[in-house]
């Protein structure tokens, strides 16, 4: 059980953020930086879900809490012994999300956008900063395990997918390249 008591605690006022295993690093330094995209992804869907269906909500639900396991796998470093680090079972679920959904949609003809229905733009952002989330990861090399990188691409394509789900009954908004020239 976690327990917080303080929420505040003047040791981060240096510029400093502590990992799981003890040790101190820069806030600006790649661990804290993927920690920060993912907490800020999590909230993107935690506000997506106040306009979801509720298959969807129940599908993002799950995903905000795998969203702290991975919060955890990146806030520790190798070598912890019993860390919280994300498994590739949660990846097959996500993948597994995806092929459930994408069955019930039409082909896509043309590249859409991030629009329609509020719960499908909330999804639509919740991805793209599910997107940075993974290139910060991406950028932060080997300090981010190759599992919670590959969690990341398959939740921003999960998240593509929902959106489309969320906006099934008033259709996708489409590119119409040059539309405007």
Do not use: C
């Not at 940075?132 to 981010?144: L, M």
């Not at 789900?165 to 040059?178: C, F, H, I, K, S």
């Amino acid at each position: 059980m976690v327990r917080l008591n303080r929420i505040y605690t003047r040791t981060g006022d240096d510029g400093s953020t502590g990992l799981v295993d003890g040790s101190r690093v820069s806030k600006a330094s790649h661990r804290p930086v993927v920690m920060g995209s993912v907490d800020e992804a999590n909230a993107a869907i935690g506000l997506a879900r106040l306009a979801a269906t509720p298959g969807s909500d129940a599908i993002l639900s799950r995903i905000q809490n795998d969203l702290f396991d991975l919060g955890a796998d990146v806030a520790t470093p190798e070598g912890v012994d019993g860390a919280l680090r994300i498994v590739p079972a949660q990846i097959a679920w996500l993948e597994t999300q995806i092929d459930v959904a994408n069955e019930t949609l039409e082909p896509l003809k043309s590249f859409i956008l991030p629009a329609g229905t509020p719960s499908a733009t909330h999804l639509h952002l919740a991805r793209t900063i599910v997107r940075r989330a993974e290139r910060d990861a991406v950028a932060a090399g080997d300090e981010i395990s190759a599992v919670a990188r590959h969690y990341l691409n398959r939740l921003s394509d999960l998240l593509f997918v929902l959106a489309r789900v969320e906006n099934a009954a008033t259709g996708d908004v489409l590119w119409v390249p040059g539309a405007n020239r």
